[in-house]
C-alpha cells in the first residue's frame, strides 16, 4: 500500500494531499498543469524542503514528521524520470546504464540488464552517445536506467509531456510491457487522461495542492468532479472486462461485461486479456424498447440509476449494465420524451468504431 499525507509550501503554492493507493500497480497523480502533480512527486521523492506528514510504502516509514522520521532521498530507493531525460552526455547508452548498475549493486535485485534492454529495445543503441539519440530514445534509455536503478517505487513525472504524438505512442507499449512484467510500485505523473486510462490502477486527481478524489479509472470515470476536469469530449465511463474472442474475421474482439458483451475494434487485443474500455458519454444513445434492424454493434440491457443535469440543456444519465455502468450524455428534451428515470430499464447503444480497448495482460 502506498499511504500519502503531506503537507507543504513552495513560494506562494499549498500542498495538501492525502490518498492511499494499492501496490504493486500504477497510480497516477493526474490533473491539469500547476494542479501539484510535479510538487507531489518532489515531496515522495523527498526533495522537497519543509514538507510534513507521513509516506508509507509496502509498510516502509519514508516519512513520519509527528515523530521525526524523515529518509534521505537517496536511501529511498526511488527511481525516477522526469520530463527532459537526465542522461550523461558524456557517456554512451551502455555507460548511463551500466552506471546506474554499478550504484545499486548493494540493492536487492529486482530487474537484470539484459532483460531491460530487451524489454526497451536498447540493444542496437548501446554503443551510441546520447547526444545523437532521438527524444523517444532518450526516454527509454532514461527508463532502463531507473530500472537498473532497483528501485523500491518508480516514479515517472509526465516523462512523455515533450514528445509528439508519433513518439508516445512508441512509447507507450513499453511502460504497459514494464507494469505487467514487473510487480513494482509505480506513481505516473501526468496531464493526459489517455496515457492514465492506458496504464493506472488507481487514480489521484488533483487541483490546487489538493487531492479532490481518489479511486479506480472505472469509479472516478463516474465522479462528477473527474467529468468537469476532462471535459466533455473526453468524459465516458471506463469499463473493464475479460476478452472472450479476438479472432473474428470482422476485425472486432469481444469483452464480456457482467450479462452482456462489447464488441469493438480489436488492435492488440487477444483472446484472454483483461481489457479496459472508455465509453464516451456521447457516443452512448438510449432506447426505452429493444431495438430491431440498427448497424450498431452493442446494444446492452441495463437499469438507469442516476440522472444529473450536465451542462445546460444537457444530462448525464447513468446506466447500471449488470455490476459496471455506462454515462450517456442526452438532451434535456430527450430525456423528458423518454420518461427516463432511477430504476427504469433501457437498452444502452454503443457504436463499435467509437471504442478503443488496452490490454492488461499476465494478470495485472
Request: aromatic share 4%; net charge positive.
Amino acid at each position: 500500500m502506498l499511504d500519502v499525507a503531506l503537507r507543504g509550501r513552495r513560494g506562494e503554492f499549498r500542498l495538501d494531499v492525502q490518498f492511499r493507493a494499492p501496490t504493486p500497480g500504477v497510480t497516477a497523480l493526474f490533473g491539469v498543469s500547476g494542479s501539484g502533480k510535479s510538487t507531489l512527486a518532489r515531496a515522495l521523492c523527498g526533495l522537497l524542503p519543509g514538507v510534513e506528514g507521513s509516506i508509507v510504502v509496502d509498510d516502509e516509514v519514508w516519512l513520519d514528521s509527528g515523530r521525526g522520521l524523515c529518509t534521505a532521498p537517496e536511501a529511498r530507493g526511488v527511481g525516477a524520470v522526469f520530463q527532459e531525460p537526465r542522461l550523461f552526455p558524456h557517456l554512451s547508452v551502455a555507460g548511463n546504464l551500466d552506471y546506474a548498475a554499478a550504484r545499486s549493486r548493494h540493492r536487492t535485485p529486482i530487474v537484470k540488464r539484459q532483460d531491460v534492454i530487451e524489454l526497451l529495445g536498447l540493444g542496437a543503441l548501446l554503443a551510441r552517445r546520447v547526444q545523437g539519440l532521438s527524444g523517444g530514445e532518450r526516454s527509454r534509455v532514461a527508463l532502463g536506467r531507473a530500472l537498473l536503478g532497483q528501485p523500491r517505487l518508480l516514479l515517472l513525472d509526465e516523462p512523455l509531456a515533450n514528445l509528439d504524438g508519433a513518439r508516445r505512442e512508441e512509447i507507450l507499449p513499453f511502460l504497459e510491457d514494464l507494469r505487467d512484467r514487473y510487480r513494482l510500485p509505480m506513481v505516473y505523473v501526468s496531464h493526459e487522461y489517455d496515457e492514465v486510462l492506458r496504464l493506472a490502477a488507481h487514480v489521484v486527481l488533483l487541483d490546487a495542492g489538493r487531492a479532490l478524489a481518489s479511486g479506480s479509472p472505472s469509479a472516478l470515470s463516474l465522479d462528477p468532479i473527474l467529468v468537469r476536469q476532462v471535459g466533455r469530449d473526453r468524459a465516458g465511463a471506463v469499463v473493464e472486462g475479460p476478452v472472450t474472442d479476438a479472432s473474428a474475421g470482422d476485425g472486432l474482439a469481444t469483452i464480456a461485461l457482467g450479462a452482456g458483451r462489447l464488441r469493438l475494434p480489436a488492435g492488440a487485443l487477444r483472446a484472454g486479456d483483461r481489457a479496459r474500455v472508455l465509453v464516451p458519454a456521447r457516443d452512448v444513445l438510449i432506447a426505452t424498447s429493444e431495438p430491431h434492424g440498427l448497424s450498431v454493434r452493442n446494444q446492452l440491457r441495463g437499469t438507469v440509476t442516476a440522472l444529473r443535469r450536465d451542462t445546460p440543456g444537457a444530462v448525464l444519465v447513468t446506466v447500471d449494465i449488470g455490476g459496471q455502468s455506462l454515462l450517456a450524455r442526452l438532451t434535456g428534451a430527450a430525456v423528458t420524451e423518454l420518461g427516463l428515470v432511477a430504476g427504469q430499464p433501457v437498452h444502452a447503444l454503443v457504436k463499435a468504431e467509437s471504442l478503443r480497448g488496452h490490454a492488461y495482460r499476465r494478470g495485472t
